[in-house]
């Protein structure tokens, strides 16, 4: 009897002690959400430090992505999320560069809304860690501010509704079966079905994040009250898909360079995406109708790419009306990307050394098939700086908006390049 009387006052002040203080709890990792994706290495509940791997399937892209919960946090306290990436694959079977899933900082949120970046990371070969201090039980951390279906449908909805200039619609419905969400942009209708066209779209590598945001941060200043957006508007229809590879943002696969090819390498008739299928009928539509005058790709490059940069086409894919039009859109977006994101001074080109499947990349097969008036360009933000956050990565969509603005000041349906 006495002894259940000491171990009933025991654990009242346990109780007492852990209302008031907050005890620390059982670190606990769990991905199984939309775009979740970790693999537990290593869980060291004294060191308070969470080990993964990123648990994309190969076969579905480059399994770079990861994302996760991680639960059991005493709110105060510092946790430390180490990524192991020594066993990162291709479809191939060859090994892929740990760089690509080791960013210098990583993404962390504690209500999976508001997403800030860790202290740089500390890099050991083929693993890094990254230390924070959380002031809350649950945090979310991630290889770049996650952006999935749902973001992708609330965006389009509430613009929808909140903008008497936005009109959401469904692009179409993936192989599995989910929605893919678009929208629309412009003021004052296009009664005659004259307008100028723009179409701007985002992750066809659904590991890109930063894509999405950047595409955000571009339909949320074309929505809004700058006199430049307006204009924009009224001159022109824009036509904006948030998520391209739909499937792979929501299971958390990398989704580039999948088998039998990603997004990016499937624009061609008998292509198996439904997306780039639905786009492709539109793009033409638009392009028969003489409206189309530029279409973007929004990307992120590689780990080691400081600034923005678009990629321009091929020599032998362009003409030189199409040469010129093209370089007045580049001379336009230099004077709107500044610092701390003005653009690198080099131009890349997606040609026959860039991939086997050249051809069938978006921008070229709009070089390809489109009008001379047409500009088609892929823009690759960075993702591996500091400034690589939802602010940052909006702020290029907004200067990209900008950009266009300035270039679609002189129509390039009646503008001659080589006049200039």
Not at 63 to 79: A, H, K, N, S, V
Not at 110 to 128: L, S
Not at 335 to 350: A, G, I, N, R, S
Request: with cysteine; net charge neutral; hydrophobic share 40%.
């Amino acid at each position: 009897m006495l002894s259940d009387i000491v171990k009933g006052v025991a654990a009242f002040f346990a109780i007492v002690v852990c209302t008031t203080t907050i005890c620390a709890g059982e670190l606990r990792v769990t991905s199984d959400f939309p775009g979740g994706s970790a693999e537990v290495v290593q869980i060291d509940q004294a060191a308070r430090r969470v080990a993964i791997r990123p648990a994309g399937d190969p076969q579905f892209g480059w399994p770079c992505w990861w994302y996760f919960r991680l639960d059991g946090i005493q709110p105060g306290e510092t946790i430390s999320v180490v990524v192991v990436a020594d066993q990162l694959k291709r479809t191939n079977g060859q090994a892929l560069s740990s760089n690509w899933a080791l960013p210098s900082h990583a993404a962390m949120s504690i209500d999976q809304k508001q997403w800030t970046q860790t202290q740089p990371g500390v890099r050991d070969k083929d693993r890094a860690v990254w230390t924070a201090k959380i002031d809350a039980t649950t945090a979310w951390f991630a290889w770049g501010p996650p952006f999935v279906p749902s973001d992708a449908e609330v965006l389009t909805k509430r613009l929808d509704k909140s903008s008497p200039h936005a009109t959401a619609f469904t692009l179409c419905r993936t192989r599995a079966g989910r929605v893919v969400p678009a929208l629309t942009v412009t003021e004052g209708g296009d009664d005659d079905g004259t307008r100028m066209a723009v179409w701007v779209q985002a992750r066809q590598h659904a590991w890109e994040s930063g894509a999405s945001w950047v595409g955000r941060g571009f339909v949320e200043w074309l929505t809004g009250d700058d006199p430049r957006a307006m204009q924009l508007r009224k001159q022109t229809v824009v036509y904006f898909v948030p998520i391209m590879d739909i499937d792979n943002t929501a299971t958390g696969n990398g989704g580039k360079n999948q088998r039998p090819y990603d997004h990016n390498r499937g624009w061609f008739a008998d292509t198996q995406w439904n997306a780039v299928k639905a786009a492709m009928q539109k793009l033409q539509a638009l392009d028969q109708q003489q409206r189309l005058v530029a279409f973007i790709d929004l990307h992120n490059p590689g780990a080691n790419s400081p600034r923005p940069y678009f990629y321009v086409a091929a020599p032998s894919l362009v003409s030189e009306q199409q040469s010129g039009h093209q370089e007045r859109f580049i001379a336009a977006s230099r004077l709107e990307f500044v610092e701390p994101w003005p653009l690198e001074k080099d131009l890349p080109t997606t040609g026959p050394q860039y991939d086997p499947l050249w051809k069938r990349i978006s921008a070229n097969w709009i070089r390809q098939n489109m009008r001379d008036h047409v500009v088609g360009m892929t823009l690759e933000t960075a993702w591996n700086t500091p400034h690589s956050h939802p602010t940052g990565y909006q702020m290029i969509g907004q200067r990209l908006g900008l950009a266009l603005e300035r270039y679609l000041r002189t129509d390039p349906r009646t503008d001659d390049p080589k006049k200039q």
